[in-house]
């Protein structure tokens, strides 16, 4: 495929790159309760407040509306196949944070899972964008 394609395709990988960031960034589906909750007790009065804590992002109504028209358009495609190497690769680009990775799509890995060489898993994400950029032009 040629440069000139790939740029039109661009958006749309965007598109399920960011619905792959909502998707880590909304809560679990089944939440974890705690039953009991006893605080660690310190040697020192002063040794209290210095914990870390960890502030994690929410997502905002833009980007799960992104979210619902990818999930929309993945569920237009009419194979399973083509849908789960379509997210299996946009998901091995984010990691378990929500932070998008600095190599981008892990080829070699979707390749392994899906027992596929990796150009041609690449070769066929770029058609399964280019079905989906036909299934948004009808819509």
């Known amino acids: 495929m040629d440069d000139g394609a790939r740029d039109l395709l661009e958006p749309y990988k965007l598109l399920f790159l960011t619905a792959a960031k909502v998707d880590r960034m909304l809560p679990p589906v089944q939440r974890r309760l705690v039953k009991s909750f006893w605080p660690d007790i310190k040697p020192e009065w002063l040794a209290y407040g210095q914990e ?17 028209l990818a999930i929309d358009l993945s569920l237009r495609l009419g194979d399973d196949a083509d849908r789960r190497l379509l997210w299996g690769c946009v998901f091995s ?11 981008g799509i892990a080829w070699s890995y979707v390749a392994r899972k899906t027992g596929l060489h990796r150009h041609t898993v690449q070769r066929q994400f770029w058609d399964i964008l280019r079905k989906v950029a036909l299934l948004d032009a009808e819509r």
Do not use: M
């Open 52 to 68: 870390t804590t960890e502030v994690t992002l929410q997502a905002n109504s833009k980007q799960i509306s992104l979210y619902d």
């Open 93 to 103: 680009a984010i990691d378990s944070r929500g932070r998008e990775k600095y190599r």
